[in-house]
């Protein structure tokens, strides 16, 4: 029916954009019903990875956590992979991998290592098809990753819980999720002061004073630190917009105005 690059077109920034463009005499409200359309689509046929990013953010983070203390992530590089959805809260933190039916499997098992070394919760997202698949590979490897089914009815059904595993934090791995600031911050905050050593030893020298913090609480103090990226959104702006592009947006890292004039351009 549609090529990826022709649905790939519906859910992308671009799309957004155009509803912020003062002068546009675009009709949106034939852009919506479209979107709309292509979404039932993906729903029936083609459930990529935007359709379970969607899903996840709708049913999870909004429908479960709220957005007054949980902030979701994308494609946040971890070791040599990508974390498809990260979901941060004071007192939970869960990393998402997505196998679509679209995916094939062969990664999954060194991506779920090189997530153990920043997450303590980790769950595999997959279709009713891939469950057992999944569920094999996680066995065999005695990982204690846990199994999300997107289900033909679009509910998520946990098959197999995670089980919290502290044992393969690395230090290493999550100083490098910040940035200089960020990383500057925890040392002034645990450290009450800088290293004083030349430029080319500053990042060495920062991470050997990281490793001093017991990991768990450095774990959480990159976290805290990651939270603060996404700026604070209004739930009932984001629940405003229609269920479809509600991912689309909050990844987007628009602010509480620029969502104010979408909603008022979408209604």
């Not at 500057?184 to 990042?203: A, S, T």
């Amino acid at each position: 029916m549609q090529n990826r690059l022709n649905l790939n077109r519906f859910f992308s920034k671009g799309l957004i954009n155009q509803l912020l463009e003062e002068n546009s005499d675009v009709r949106f409200d034939e852009i919506i019903g479209e979107v709309k359309r292509v979404y039932k689509y993906l729903g029936s046929a083609y459930r990529n990875e935007y359709y379970y990013k969607n899903s996840i953010f709708n049913k999870i983070v909004l429908g479960r956590y709220g957005l007054k203390t949980t902030k979701a992530f994308s494609e946040i590089a971890i070791g040599k992979s990508k974390a498809d959805f990260v979901f941060l809260s004071k007192n939970r933190n869960i990393v998402y991998e997505i196998k679509t039916d679209l995916d094939n499997l062969d990664r999954l098992i060194y991506q779920i290592v090189d997530y153990s070394f920043v997450f303590s919760e980790i769950y595999v997202v997959t279709s009713e098809k891939n469950y057992y698949p999944v569920y094999k590979l996680l066995k065999e490897a005695n990982s204690t990753a846990g199994i999300i089914v997107l289900t033909n009815r679009g509910t998520l059904s946990i098959r197999k819980h995670a089980i919290l595993d502290d044992s393969k934090l690395k230090y290493e791995f999550l100083f490098k999720l910040l940035r200089k600031p960020e990383y500057e911050e925890i040392l002034q905050l645990k450290f009450r002061q800088l290293p004083k050593v030349k430029p080319v030893c500053y990042y060495k020298t920062s991470l050997e004073w990281f490793k001093k913090i017991d990991i768990k609480e450095a774990q959480i103090l990159v976290f805290n630190q990651l939270r603060k990226r996404q700026p604070h959104l209004e739930v009932d702006l984001i629940k405003s917009l229609p269920f479809e592009i509600r991912w689309l947006v909050y990844n987007g890292i628009y602010r509480n105005n620029e969502l104010v004039k979408i909603t008022s351009r979408i209604k």
